[in-house]
């Protein structure tokens, strides 16, 4: 097997044109890593078992696995409602504020529509956040369909800090990382790469991986998406997912609380149904059945197998933790180049070894399957800040202050010297004219990946310039008496 998943990972790394793999196995009680490759393409540095990447989505199960470890200690159950924790909480839907319970939460049947590239980005805090996902639309009824939404997670890490009465880093060290002896896994990226020893995350640009800052909203979507972890510490995951003990043999979440994150809940199926693998898989589709998600893992079998896994994705960053349990088998797998289905054509590949099958060419069906989705974010050159005169004019009716009653809060839009920036709650944007009364925004961050959002004025019967919509559905208000409006915004934002 590990000359099997040497190969492996070679191959892979030629073929994808990928910088590095960091991937740890447990099977039949054996554990090994396979890490190959270089932390940033354009240096020599490569990668060790040591290295940090960026575990994204798949930090889910290390939420689900705290509230478990809460439960068999008494301090909560999966059936409480969301409410009785997290006081005031509120949505644009009051039944599903007051029904809501943390198994919903779990399994993505909330209904809520995630606020990625929304007001997750704006959000000072995670407190923040929350009170503004009171503005988010519901995008199905509740606990009637499948879909994921990033946010139930946020608010499950909510609820850990506050039962635990600690910050969420701090509440993982003392239920998981501790306990396993994970002493180098962590949920700030900036934690991450205090080191030196880190993997610089990957994005495409002119059809090669380029590097990239490593930047994450750990300090709003952390509960989601914001562990990150090594090979070698991830061995200690694994064994504990498969056993809810640590290396030593101490338990850590006793058998009956471990098994309740592996039972399907709700049916991958539907209007937002993702079919996390099968819909890579052309011919061989079929053979994955009873798609579902369970708490914290998508499921489904596989040649008589149930099959557990999660996919995680930020820029530049890729990863897959999966296990299949009866085949003593468990898979970690990070990887610093945006080919979203690397990592399943990895855990594919892997699952049909531990099965005894035959092995198909997974790595060419998931390459077509990626290529005809399109789905790699391109780096783009930043636009140019500053502006002309004529550009300047264009833009000129928008300055001011406004306010925008969907979540995202208070705006201001300023000329700085030659450049027009508008500031949102914790982000700015550079502004540039499309148009007249219409604009491109472009977040100021350390790489560019195309505009944000474009906007079209709004203009009453007077033909004054009264706000703006743009395509994140946002109404943004001119105001008459900022200073006001702004204390009133403040309020909301600290709920």
């Not at 499948?146 to 609820?159: H, N, P, R, S, V």
Request: hydrophobic share 40%.
């Amino acid at each position: 097997m590990r000359r099997f998943v040497d190969r492996l990972v070679a191959d892979t790394l030629k073929q994808w044109q990928q910088p590095a793999i960091s991937m740890s196995l447990l099977w039949n009680n054996d554990t090994y890593s396979a890490c190959s490759g270089v932390r940033r393409k354009d240096q020599d540095a490569t990668i060790n078992e040591q290295t940090h990447f960026a575990l994204a989505s798949c930090s889910k199960a290390f939420i689900v696995n705290a509230i478990l470890i809460l439960q068999s200690k008494g301090k909560l159950d999966l059936d409480d409602l969301v409410k009785d924790y997290i006081h005031g909480l509120t949505f644009s839907n009051e039944v599903v504020a007051s029904r809501a319970t943390i198994r919903d939460l779990m399994c993505n049947r909330l209904g809520l529509i995630s606020s990625e590239g929304r007001h997750r980005q704006v959000a000072f805090s995670r407190k923040d956040l929350i009170t503004r996902m009171a503005f988010q639309p519901f995008q199905h009824e509740f606990k009637g369909s499948y879909a994921y939404c990033t946010d139930g997670f946020t608010l499950l890490g909510e609820i850990v800090t506050r039962v635990l009465d600690a910050e969420l880093g701090e509440c993982l060290e003392q239920l998981l990382f501790t306990p396993l002896g994970m002493n180098h896994t962590n949920v700030s990226h900036v934690q991450a790469k205090s080191d030196g020893n880190f993997a610089s995350p990957h994005l495409w640009l002119d059809g090669s991986l380029a590097p990239i800052d490593w930047n994450y909203e750990d300090h709003v979507a952390a509960p989601a998406g914001g562990v990150n972890s090594n090979a070698e510490d991830l061995q200690k995951w694994l064994y504990f997912i498969l056993s809810g003990q640590s290396m030593s043999g101490k338990v850590v979440l006793p058998e009956e609380f471990l098994a309740l994150s592996s039972v399907p809940h709700m049916k991958d199926e539907g209007q937002f149904a993702e079919h996390e693998l099968s819909q890579a898989m052309g011919i061989y589709a079929h053979l994955v059945q009873e798609e579902a998600y369970a708490l914290g893992w998508y499921t489904h079998i596989y040649k008589g197998s149930r099959v557990h896994y999660h996919t995680g994705s930020i820029d530049g960053f890729r990863s897959l933790v999966g296990y299949v349990k009866d085949c003593n088998f468990a898979v970690s797998i990070m990887v610093n180049g945006d080919n979203p289905f690397l990592p399943r054509m990895l855990f594919q590949t892997l699952v049909d070894k531990v099965k005894g099958v035959n092995v198909a060419n997974w790595s060419s069906l998931f390459a077509k399957h990626q290529t005809d989705m399109g789905n790699n974010k391109v780096l783009q050159p930043f636009p140019k800040s500053d502006l002309d005169i004529h550009e300047l004019d264009l833009l000129r009716p928008f300055y001011g202050n406004y306010c925008d009653s969907t979540g995202f809060g208070m705006a201001t839009i300023r000329q700085h010297d030659l450049s027009v920036i508008m500031t949102v709650g914790a982000l700015q944007f550079y502004l540039h004219p499309i148009g007249e009364l219409c604009f491109e925004a472009y977040k100021i961050w350390p790489y560019c990946v195309g505009p944000q959002f474009s906007a079209n004025g709004m203009i009453n019967i007077n033909g004054e310039l009264v706000g703006f919509t743009t395509t994140q559905q946002a109404i943004f208000t001119r105001l008459i008496e900022p200073q006001n409006t702004w204390k009133t915004t403040n309020n909301l934002v600290s709920k």
